[in-house]
């Protein structure tokens, strides 16, 4: 793999500067109207060190076997595996004690591709990820409601959306659908 990438510094704790970053991700996700533009990031918070980072798209479709197009939640968990040289469920095993995740939109619940939903990735870690922030919810557009965080919130994930950005993660995450005054 190549060098380590290099992540901006984010005061601990600052749940805005690291949902901004995320957005920062969401915005490089190519904008179309089959997809919203997701960013994330995974967090040690114990050393406040950024592990990895991902957003809609940035990987290969059909990543590691998995039907279809890379989801945000997912690039993060397959950049951690490469690294470790593990299949991606297995990185539960390298991932800090306090290791949280920030995404701009709820982790999927449902796929229309087949894939394994982001909610199902990150319940198979074995509770090495206890927190998601969120930007938003997903909207109603492609699966109907998600439930996503309730199964996250009922296996005991924390859930917590940082306030304050979702018009503006809105407007990144529908990049490409006709009617982005959603």
Do not use: W
């Not at 040289?85 to 390298?94: D, K, S, T």
């Not at 509770?127 to 922030?133: C, E, R, S, T, W």
């Amino acid at each position: 793999m190549a060098s380590e990438p290099h992540y901006p510094t984010i005061p601990a704790g600052d749940h805005k500067a690291y949902m901004e970053y995320a957005l920062d991700r969401a915005r490089l996700s190519p904008p179309a109207s089959t997809k919203f533009c997701v960013g994330a990031v995974l967090v040690d918070a114990d050393k406040n060190i950024i592990l990895s980072t991902g957003y809609s798209l940035e990987l290969p479709r059909d990543s590691l076997g998995d039907p279809g197009s890379t989801h945000a939640e997912q690039c993060c968990f397959i950049k951690v595996a490469q690294k470790h040289n593990l299949p991606e469920e297995r990185i539960g095993e390298v991932l800090p004690k306090n290791t949280v995740l920030y995404t701009t939109m709820e982790p999927c619940n449902k796929r229309l591709s087949g894939n394994r939903t982001c909610v199902e990735r990150i319940l198979r870690l074995g509770g090495a990820i206890k927190v998601v922030y969120v930007g938003i919810k997903e909207p109603e557009v492609f699966v109907g409601e998600n439930v996503g965080r309730k199964r996250l919130e009922d296996a005991g994930v924390v859930v917590t959306v940082v306030e304050g950005m979702q018009d503006r993660i809105l407007k990144v995450s529908t990049a490409g659908h006709e009617d982005e005054s959603r």
